[in-house]
């Protein structure tokens, strides 16, 4: 049983794509060979940063033979049937058996498939696998057509059995398949022949290649706690910036510098995102004071100077980096204390959010007026939102949020706390733009809530002025993300909050324009609420109702709509109802008379039916004041309370009956179940 | 807010810093137990020779020429415009279309309003080089090659630490993209790698291979120097050595203060109407002359303007008075002409036209 050696040999693949097609490769060449009939007992992929690798081993040498019978035409049927059959199976008139079967002669033919060697089953299966690999982004390369993620410089794909090494025969334009790779690019150039696996792996470490990233990352992680340790210090932990490096090196070295003191004082998180972003280095901290005082580099390569060029390289450059970046922050340090931010807000007069929506200036006197108006929905302070909006972007024109713009907000907080202005309003400059995905928190202090919520209503009022709404899977204002963070930050803090009216107030939208939002709002909600548990069509039972425009009561309805609906009473409710509404419907469309005039209790003949009327009336003011107190669990307590009732009416009473004072009585008292009904929840729109 | 990279060879964009080569090194002798190779250059005479450090700004860009030129590529001058970046040289943007073959190598004066710091950032300037390399088809050695250029610099392979780290390049103000790497020596990115996939919207076959350096960061790296200013431009012992402040801080002082507060905002908005209007009305004369009675289609006339309307895009951003959802409008509107100059060139010779093969 022969082991199969495959390597794929390129210029340098992204450290993040590496894994991936290592895997790919492993799933896709392992499915085609066992499809082809070669079973194998063990694989395994790896990857560096200029090779994918596979091994198979215990493979079948060749594939077995298939014997396949296919039932023909009876010997006496039409030529032209025959002669199909034939072609179909590819033989001629003398290859096919003649068996007898119950209705007479018929034609049989067998083929059989020969069993195909491993070595011609691999090439074709690789080459395929090859031309349509699956990478995230292809390229071409000099003359030729073939796509790879870089340019494909060699295979190396050999069969091994007891007998030795065998190169697989192949060619993929001009690419022909062998049995040498090269190690390390530095430290070892040139090209060596392998014989095996074990052979390759052992040779790859002699020449300064570790085959596994998993090694590699366990080496790297190893060396740099320890080295951190040493100077009592620890690493800061960052599972894919460590993933990452391990994959853009074939021979990690580790090595540890310092950060210079004159920029200790920077905050952590602008040393950690351009020590990350730009350097792939990870932060040590002192765990004493939990500053980063060191970073940790991983180089390629050994060197005779044990890497002392190359960390006073690096150092260098971070050096470059953080004065930039210690440049940056002086100067804004100096505009926040200096002048309270405010170059930076006149700034924003110049600057344009959208050429139809003004300057962010203009947007943010919008965000400011409404954060004022909002406020004291959410028991904040209206003079600190109005003011926090007025501040929250400012760090827009910093120069620190123009090199690292993954750090607006928190510049804003750091820059607003030293330019002394309320802590409520530094949290607010950090924390408005939250949530900014569903695991986002939500702000909790009131005034960051108000401004978070204030920008972004304002956003898609705005957008929805201008008629730039998301379609299909096309948002790119992140308008859906923006409604989702408008409907948690009100569920959160309970705000109660009439929508319609904000949205004509913020952008003068039409009647028609603002509904459109709303519905948008409702679409989001069922989205979010379905996540709940909360069922559609509930959700549609209270958006049927009137002030549908206030997310939190439509929400607090829906859940005791979907509370009640889960007890006996409630289901029972819901079929006493349909069935009134159903007879109704049917009425009144038949006699052409909506029976609206209310029912008097002084025909009612059956007890049940007095009951009803009793039960019906003494219902009405609670249902009144659950409503008027939006309290809708009460309402829905009130509303299962007449299960009881209509069930025992449609029990003893028929509606329909002939005296026609007593029907349309009758149906006048089902017009009151209905009208009694909804006045909490459209239970027509509730599936059965 | 993110600032779009909307020019190729950010080699001077980023301000990392500059490195120091450290001496000693020149003085050990090769570790016998490792391959030599990568300590000398093969290949500009045959001989292994051993590299001297460079002494001045002028000298690397002097051996990176003498490096391309020996490796064939036609030693180009700058282009007489002012661009962003050496990709905006017609000889890589244009010549990277079509089918015909193509060596290039040339410095290009780039120009980075945005990036001006009055002349003292010691990384940073608005005004600046690149080093540019174009080769079509990319040949299977372009690794090599490239290597092969750092070592010719005075840049030890046994010493640094080099990586290919991915970057893929995308210019929407060209329509073009390719992928490829940012090249790090010792975390420096010292040079952008990138096999060309699209150029003004046309699919490169054969594809390009662009190699761009950025000089002075390059250099101060190799030349240990901390400030770009006090890097040497001529050799140091020269009966009048000049530094790059002599040359250079004067002009990157007239120059931030105009990009930043001066520049007439308005009269740039016109120019770049008049430019985009201009390329326009270039492109839409018919092919043959009728003077002359020959074809002629004039992309690079046109290309100009485009190249011209870039520029002043960029102007206009370091004024400060385009906004990000504008800018991508503007950039739009550039791409739309560098698009229909691509399309004018592929119709002339340079770009693989040919009357037989013409409908």
Known sequence: ?688 | MQPEEDLPGAAGRCGSGPLTLRTPARNQAPDPGRPRSVRYVKGMDMSETRIEKPRSFQEIILRLQAYWASKGCAVMQPYDMEVGAGTFHPATTLRSLGSKPWAAAYVQPSRRPTDGRYGENPNRLQHYYQYQVLIKPSPPDLQDLYLGSLQAIGIDMELHDIRFVEDDWESPTLGAWGLGWEVWCDGMEVSQFTYFQQVGGHDCHPVSGELTYGLERLAMYVLGIDHVMDMPYNDPQAPIALKYGDVFRQTEEEYSRWNFDVANTEVLLKHFEEAEAECEAILAQEHVDPKTGKRIVMAHPAYDQCIKASHLFNLLDARGVISVTERQAYIGRVRALAKKCADAFVQTEAGGWAPETAA
């Open chain 1, 1 to 688: 049983m022969p082991d199969l050696l495959i390597e794929l040999f390129s210029e340098e693949i992204p450290a993040r794509m590496q894994a991936r097609a290592a895997e790919d490769l492993k799933k896709r060449m392992t499915d085609a060979l066992v499809e082809a009939g070669l079973t194998y007992a063990g694989a395994a992929a790896f990857h560096t940063p200029r090779r994918l690798c596979l091994t198979v081993h215990g493979l079948l040498a060749e594939s077995p033979l298939v014997r396949e019978e296919r039932k023909g035409p009876r010997v006496d049927a039409p030529e032209k049937a025959i002669e199909g059959f034939l072609r179909g199976a590819g033989l001629t008139r003398d290859q096919l058996e003649e068996r007898e079967e119950k209705k007479g002669k018929v034609f049989f033919a067998v083929i059989e498939k020969p069993g195909r060697p491993a070595a011609e089953i691999v090439a074709e299966e690789l080459e395929k696998i090859i031309r349509n690999f699956p990478w995230p982004k292809s390229m071409r390369w000099g003359a030729g057509s073939l796509r790879w993620v870089r340019p494909l410089h060699s295979i190396l794909c050999i069969l091994t059995d007891e007998e030795g090494a065998r190169v697989v025969p192949m060619d993929i334009d001009g690419i022909v398949a062998g049995d040498t790779t090269e190690g390390h690019r530095f430290m070892a150039p040139g090209r060596f022949k392998v014989r095996s696996f074990e052979d390759y792996d052992a040779q790859l470490k002699r020449r300064f290649v570790v085959l596994d990233a998993a090694e590699r990352a366990d080496a790297i992680w190893q060396e740099a706690t320890n080295q951190a340790f040493a100077a009592g210090l620890e690493v800061v932990e960052d599972k894919g910036l460590l993933a990452e490096v391990a994959g853009l090196v074939e021979w990690p070295v580790v090595l540890m510098g310092e950060i210079g003191a004159d920029f200790l004082h920077l905050p952590p998180e602008v040393l950690q995102t351009s020590m990350k972003e730009h350097q792939k280095f990870f932060s040590v901290k002192n765990p004493k004071t939990g500053r980063i005082e060191r970073f940790v580099t991983v180089a390629n390569r050994e060197t005779a100077d044990n890497g002392a060029t190359i960390l006073a390289g690096n150092q260098k450059v971070l050096s470059a980096r953080l004065s930039d970046a210690k440049f940056f922050w002086d100067n804004d340090l100096r505009i926040a204390k200096d002048a309270k931010m405010q170059p930076w807000r006149d700034h924003l007069a110049h600057v344009t959010f959208h050429a139809k929506l003004g300057s962010q200036a203009e947007r943010i006197e919008r965000i400011a007026a409404l954060a004022a108006q909002l406020a004291p929905a959410l028991s904040a302070d209206a003079g600190l939102a109005e003011e926090a909006a007025r501040i929250a972007k400012a760090d827009l024109s910093s120069e620190m949020v123009y090199e690292f713009p993954e750090l607006q907000g928190l510049m804003g907080r750091y820059y607003a706390e030293a330019a002394g202005f309320a802590p409520e309003i530094a949290a607010a400059c950090e924390e408005h733009y939250s949530p900014l995905g569903p695991t986002d928190d939500v702000p909790t202090a009131p005034v960051s809530a108000t401004v978070a919520l204030a920008d972004k209503l304002d956003t898609l009022t705005g957008f929805w002025a201008i008629d730039e709404k998301p379609t299909g899977s096309k948002d790119p204002f992140a308008l859906r993300r923006a409604a989702l963070g408008v409907i948690r930050i009100l569920m959160q803090h309970g705000t109660k909050l009439a929508m319609t009216p904000v949205f004509t107030s913020c952008h003068d939208l039409s009647a028609d324009t603002a509904a459109d939002l709303l519905s948008f709002f409702h679409d989001r909600l069922k989205v979010h609420l379905r996540d709940e548990g909360i069922r559609h069509d509930v959700i549609d039972a209270c958006l049927a109702m009137e002030g549908n425009d206030d997310l939190v009561a439509l929400v607090a309805r829906a859940r005791a709509l979907q509370a009640v609906l889960s007890t006996e009473d409630g289901e029972n409710l819901v079929q006493g109802f349909k069935r009134a509404n159903n007879i109704l419907t049917k009425e009144e469309e038949k006699d052409g008379v909506a029976y609206e005039f209310g029912a008097d209790p002084k025909f009612a003949e059956a007890a049940e039916e007095t009951a009803l009327f009793n039960a019906l009336e003494a219902a009405k003011p609670k249902l009144d004041a659950a409503n008027a107190a939006e309290d809708y669990a009460a309402a829905m307590e009130t509303l299962a309370t007449l299960r009881a009732p209509i069930d025992a009416f449609f029990e003893a009473v028929q509606v329909n009956t002939d005296n026609a004072v007593v029907r349309r009585n009758r149906l006048n008292l089902l017009s009151t179940i209905r009208s009694t009904v909804l006045k909490v929840a459209d239970l027509t729109r509730i599936e059965a």
